[in-house]
């Protein structure tokens, strides 16, 4: 069980958006920053997000993040073939002092 | 570039012990805190532990507590998971991974990643 609850799965079709929602808790989302990871499959994770919705340098703006009290969303606009991956929500827990995770989203593109 | 190098999984029987090691490159690494995390076959991402920058502080999951010690050698750019008492519940693929922001902890440089089996 993840601290983080996250969809198991989400699907649209190419170019289409989706969104994927993180839900935690005031001792983790609720008073911290929320990350968001893309993981392909047989890679390790990229960052996508950090600061709630801030993009590293080369992660196209397709991809944003948002967050309201204990919850975060993920968002994902022109969906491509190349964005079908697992993608993880996480944050630092306050009450644990430990880094959480939720239990990824699969997206597939239809 | 940014390199990271994960090393020293393999098989070992339940109660041993291992050492991870990453090797870091292309960056200062002294500037950065440095993270492990595991992902069990076919299961989602797990944070197991990391240390600050100056190794000041340290932080670990619950489960590993008191049977997993992280550390880190600046002057070999290198951190290391120290894994005693392992359990099968501990296989799994270990990322060494660089903590990039100040805000909270967030891992923007992985390794490939070293496989841990554990099994009699």
């Known amino acids: 069980q993840s601290v983080l609850t996250q969809p198991p799965s989400v699907s649209a079709a190419p170019r289409q958006k989706v969104t994927i929602s993180c839900s935690g808790s005031?001792?983790?989302?609720?008073?911290?920053?929320v990350v968001w990871y893309q993981q392909l499959p047989g890679t390790a994770p990229k960052l996508l997000i950090y600061?709630?919705?801030q993009r590293p340098s080369g992660i196209p703006d397709r991809f944003s993040g948002s967050k309201s009290g204990t919850s975060a969303t993920l968002g994902i606009t022109g969906l491509q073939t190349g964005d079908e991956a697992d993608y993880y929500c996480?944050?630092?827990?306050?009450?644990?002092?430990?880094?959480?995770f939720g239990g990824g989203t699969k997206v597939t593109v239809l | 570039q940014v390199q990271l190098v994960e090393s020293g999984g393999g098989v070992v029987q339940p109660g041993k012990s291992l050492r991870l090691s990453c090797a870091a490159s292309g960056f200062i690494f002294n500037n950065y805190g440095m993270g492990w995390v595991r992902q069990a076959p076919g299961k989602g991402l797990e944070w197991v532990a990391l240390i600050w920058y100056d190794g000041s502080k340290k932080y670990y999951v619950d489960s590993v507590k008191g049977r997993f010690t992280i550390s880190r050698d600046d002057s070999k750019k290198t951190v290391y998971l120290q894994m005693n008492s392992l359990r099968a519940e501990d296989t799994a693929l270990y990322y060494c991974?660089?903590?990039?922001?100040?805000?909270?902890?967030?891992?923007?440089?992985w390794g490939p990643g070293t496989l841990v089996t554990v099994s009699s």
């Open positions: 600061d709630n919705n």
């Open positions: 991974a660089r903590d990039y922001c100040s805000s909270t902890t967030c891992y923007d440089y």
């Open positions: 996480g944050t630092w827990d306050s009450s644990l002092s430990a880094v959480v």
């Open positions: 005031s001792s983790n989302i609720g008073n911290n920053y």
